[in-house]
């Protein structure tokens, strides 16, 4: 079964490909049908594809799944955005509650926001970037959305020759933690802790190899959490009712780069 939603693979695969084939093609008609796919036999899928069901067999092993049934399952399961993403009261808001809508939101964006400058000791701030500095390898892993911030970081701290090392899909982070060294620092991004359970091999791992673990989260009481020491959690936030703790986690990512950027870029 495959580690990684399967719109997370879909995206993937046909951003990375240069050569435009029959997979490539079948992987944008599903993206554009995503919701659809559930409900559709092999059959069917072909169809809408303009392939053979043949040809759609073969794409669901490309993609990592077993059997044609573990890929729509998997489908299935991302197809929750209502209620995973956004709060039941958001997700039934009439149109003239729209309003009220986003000053809740902005309200908590901010709320967010205040309590991680609140939280965040200047300690920990030095900690963060003087390991990030000192060590031999940095790897920054997240799932989803956090994939996303962990470019950023990259890039960012690439302009101040620095090299951090990103693993999207799960077969690359669980090689790149079989891979680190002692001493290298490892950043884990995860709002409520999801990470640490939906990737619980790879934090044994690095665990195993002693490397330092650096975990942003606004989830510090989760019971996974509590296995983190104190010092080697970051708290960004304290709601996420309605996405709002992605802002937050960017917000702890600037910091972090801006407090790089005047202590330790030269």
């Given at each position: 079964m495959a580690h990684d939603s399967?719109?997370?693979?879909?995206?993937?695969y046909v951003n990375s490909q240069n050569k435009k084939d029959t997979n490539h093609d079948i992987a944008v008609s599903l993206l554009r049908h995503y919701n659809e796919i559930p409900d559709k036999t092999i059959n069917e899928l072909a169809d809408m594809c303009y392939a053979s069901p043949a040809s759609i067999s073969r794409f669901v092993k490309t993609m990592?799944?077993?059997?044609f049934q573990d890929f729509k399952e998997t489908c299935r399961n991302t197809l929750q955005i209502n209620s995973t993403d956004y709060?039941?009261?958001?997700?039934k808001s009439d149109r003239n509650e729209m309003s009220e809508i986003f000053n809740r939101y902005t309200?908590?964006?901010?709320?967010?926001?205040?309590?991680?400058?609140?939280t965040l000791e200047y300690d920990q701030l030095e900690d963060v970037c003087s390991s990030i500095r000192e060590s031999d390898r940095i790897l920054v892993l997240?799932?989803?959305?956090?994939?996303?911030?962990?470019?950023?970081?990259?890039?960012?701290?690439?302009?101040?020759?620095?090299?951090v090392e990103v693993a999207l899909s799960y077969e690359e982070q669980i090689e790149a933690a079989k891979s680190m060294t002692e001493n290298s620092t490892v950043?884990?991004?995860?709002?409520?802790?999801?990470?640490?359970?939906?990737?619980?091999?790879?934090?044994?791992v690095l665990r195993e190899k002693n490397v330092k673990i650096i975990l942003i989260t606004m989830n510090g009481v989760?019971?996974?959490?509590?296995?983190?020491?104190?010092?080697?959690?970051?708290?960004?936030?304290?709601?996420?009712?309605?996405?709002?703790g992605r802002i937050a986690l960017l917000y702890i990512i600037e910091i972090i780069i801006m407090y790089y950027l005047i202590y330790y870029s030269y």
């Open positions: 399967l719109m997370t693979r879909l995206f993937r990592g799944f077993d059997s709060s039941l009261k958001t997700v309200k908590d964006v901010i709320s967010n926001i205040i309590f991680a400058k609140e997240g799932l989803e959305f956090s994939t996303l911030l962990s470019q950023h970081i990259q890039s960012r701290f690439a302009l101040m020759n620095k090299y950043i884990i991004l995860s709002l409520e802790g999801g990470f640490i359970y939906r990737r619980e091999d790879v934090v044994k989760n019971k996974v959490v509590n296995e983190f020491e104190k010092k080697q959690i970051i708290l960004c936030g304290k709601s996420n009712e309605n996405t709002e």
